[in-house]
């Protein structure tokens, strides 16, 4: 069976550090790949998404990167943390277009 | 984009039958609906999805409108762990679909 994994669970950083967030799947070959955000009492917000190796598409330009280093790894990046970039974050895969969305357990991040 | 309108809450009482409704006047001929969850504190659950017919799993049934406008998500027994935001959207069929969640319904179940 598939799963994914996402860590850490939770994350206190203070603002201006870099932030790496890793996300992987298991049982699964060349899935789709997404990061989602979810701000306190929102809906959840696209980041970035990955259909393969080394592509990677943005949603929403901010302060954040992501790359796909291997084929179900998933990895969310900053430089420098800002406050606004507090936040429940999320990886999901899933296998092609109109398959269902898989969501790992999330990461919550507070920026101090 | 491919847009849902659902209510922003609603409430049921424990065992009884509930109805969760969903529109989407612009979806596309080839657009699926897809319906997920989320509890306090976890990342979104699928619970189901369909493109033209009626769909039931173990969790619920998917009654989609003939003219796929509208959609209802039916949980057939409420219980208090069916209490989550229930999230309609719709996947657009692209090489690049992704599935944009709205603020969707927080349903509320009272024993």
């Known amino acids: 069976s598939q799963t994914i994994h996402q860590w850490p669970a939770t994350l206190v950083q203070p603002v201006g550090s870099p932030l790496s967030l890793e996300c992987t799947v298991e049982?699964?070959?060349?899935?789709?790949l997404y990061w989602y955000r979810q701000a306190a009492g929102r809906g959840l917000q696209l980041l970035f998404y990955?259909?393969?190796?080394?592509?990677i598409s943005s949603e929403v330009p901010q302060n954040l990167s992501a790359s796909r280093p291997q084929d179900r790894q998933f990895i969310l990046s900053s430089k420098k943390l800002l406050l606004s970039d507090s936040g429940f974050y999320l990886c999901?895969?899933?296998?092609?277009?109109?398959?269902?969305?898989?969501f790992g357990n999330g990461t919550r991040l507070t920026v101090t | 984009d491919a847009k849902t309108t659902q209510p922003n809450s609603m409430e049921s009482n424990e065992e009884e039958p509930v109805h969760l409704p969903c529109n989407h006047s612009?979806?596309?001929?080839?657009?699926?609906i897809h319906w997920y969850r989320q509890l306090p504190s976890q990342g979104p659950e699928y619970v189901i999805h369909?493109?033209?017919s009626n769909v039931n799993n173990r969790m619920a049934s998917l009654a989609i409108a003939e003219d796929r406008k509208s959609s209802t998500l039916i949980l057939h027994r409420a219980t208090l762990r069916d209490a989550a935001v229930y999230y309609c959207?719709?996947?657009?069929?692209?090489?690049?679909?992704?599935?944009?969640f709205g603020k969707g319904t927080m349903l509320l179940v009272s024993p």
């Open positions: 999901a895969w899933r296998y092609r277009v109109n398959s269902p969305l898989h």
């Open positions: 369909g493109l033209t």
């Open positions: 959207i719709l996947d657009e069929d692209s090489g690049y679909s992704t599935l944009t």
């Open positions: 049982g699964t070959s060349n899935p789709n």
């Open positions: 612009t979806i596309s001929g080839t657009d699926y």
């Open positions: 990955s259909v393969g190796i080394g592509q």
